[in-house]
């Protein structure tokens, strides 16, 4: 059986999200696994995902490491309690901060290696650095700082 992405074991209430939800046929999908201690996510932008002709588009790349960073914090909480990936309570995060560095332009037409390493695991947070390659070129990094889903961010809730 093929391994399951960190993404495919979100609930369907939280499968929604533009760069991450498998329930969104217009979003990325993006699919996050561990490689040992990192992470990895391999994404394929489409041609209209450009910013001028030949260039990724910096927008896709910033969601991309968004994603692959909230799902890294999901499955590194996972591990740092010992427990397997979807068994309840779930180990849901949002993004609080999203730093990206375009470090030179990400050419299209190449897969994207997305990879993550987890810099700090606490009860309510989580953070991620990410790179993001082409072509064996680091092209962006960043930093996801992640932080526990609040109760009021649940679908169907409306309180805070
Ligand atoms: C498995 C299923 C998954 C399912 C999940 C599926 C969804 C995928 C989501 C994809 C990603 C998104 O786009 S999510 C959508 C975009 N994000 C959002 O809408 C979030 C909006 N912001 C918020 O609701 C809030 O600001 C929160 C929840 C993020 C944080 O508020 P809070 O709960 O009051 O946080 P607070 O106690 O002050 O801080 C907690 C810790 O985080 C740090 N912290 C807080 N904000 C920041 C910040 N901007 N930059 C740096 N650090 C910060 C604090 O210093 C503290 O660290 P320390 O002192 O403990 O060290």
Redesign the pocket.
Known sequence: MAEKAFQD???DE?SH?Y??GRLNEHGLQLKSYWDGDETVAVFHPRPYHMAIPGVVYGGLIASVI??HG?GSA?AAAYRAAGREMGTDP????????LRVDFLRPTPLGVPLEVRGRIREV?E??VVVAVTVRAGGEECARGEV?A?R??EH?MPGRTTA
């Not at 779930?90 to 901060?97: D, E, K, L, Q, Y």
Request: charged share 20%.
């Open positions: 074991y979100y609930p939280l999200c760069g991450c968004d994603c909230t999901s779930g180990f849901r995060f949002v993004t609080a901060s606490k309510r947070k700082v932080v889903m609040p961010m």
